[in-house]
């Protein structure tokens, strides 16, 4: 693959306008969308993960929408492995590719590439998974701070999946995931342009509260409910599902549920924001800046 080749990866918060700016770019440039956001990958999670609308799926191509279920263990480094065979595909038409989501960890799965980790044990993830839903994520952070202290401090506390991936390496091989960790950045053959949103951050805070409160009325619970006897998996361990998970089990109120999500989302809106502002290459706009992205991209792929 030649390096006149360009991927165009846009990054942001959640609810910040990511997909409309991802559709205007693949239009204007008469190209298809790759999604790297790790929730709108399973198709039985529809409302609770902001999925594009049948719309906007039909204004051009996408990728990685739908395209596991939830019963399916899919890694971050498998979607490097398949997002990369399809870029290879894709880029036979196309001088340039749309990749957008908010998942950072996917994000430089493709751009920089994840260091080969060793198989494990899917017997040891599973039992991961009943100690977590069990005992909670004390019992994990303390197991994990014990076996892989330089990993531990690494990884964020308030993610389950990272810190179980971090275990279930460790039980399964006796070598710490750290010492696994070299990151060398892979060399990939394409240009990559980075574009980050971001805005005001009372405005975005109050987008995220306005869109949690669309997503009810349009049957975000009736979802969860349905998806019940999913709640160990992986996928189901996220903002928008376990809150609800909780309140069905009579643990708090529908009120305080919702305000959960709505607080949780902010949080990971924080976190989004901090993990993409590490990236000095990041050129940054504001949403329905769309024209000025659109210059900047022709002016740095020409």
Partial sequence: ???????????????????????SIARQFQTEIISADSRQFFKEMEIGTA??????????????INSHSIETLFSTGDFEVQAIALMEQLFKKHDLLVMVGGSGLYIDAVCKGLDDLPEIDLNIREQLNDQLANEGIESIKKQLSEYDPEYYQKVDQANPQRMIRGLEVYLSTGIKLS??????????????????????????????????????????????????????LNALNTVGYSELFNYLDGESTLKEAVDQ????????????LTWFRRDDSTAWFEPGQDDAVISYISKTTD
């Fill in 1 to 23: 693959m030649a390096l006149n080749k360009t991927l165009v990866v846009v990054v942001g918060p959640t609810g910040i306008g990511k997909t409309a700016l991802a559709i």
């Fill in 51 to 64: 999925k594009p609308s049948t719309e906007e799926l039909a204004a051009a191509p996408h990728h990685f």
């Fill in 179 to 232: 010492s696994h960790l070299t990151n060398s950045k892979k060399t990939r053959p394409f240009n990559i342009v980075k574009i980050g949103l971001n805005m005001d951050r009372t405005a975005l805070y109050n987008r995220i509260n306005h869109r949690v409160d669309k997503m009810m009325e349009s049957g975000l619970l009736e979802e969860v409910k349905s998806l019940r006897s999913y709640r160990k």
């Fill in 261 to 272: 999500i709505k607080q949780n989302t902010r949080r990971f809106a924080k976190r989004q």
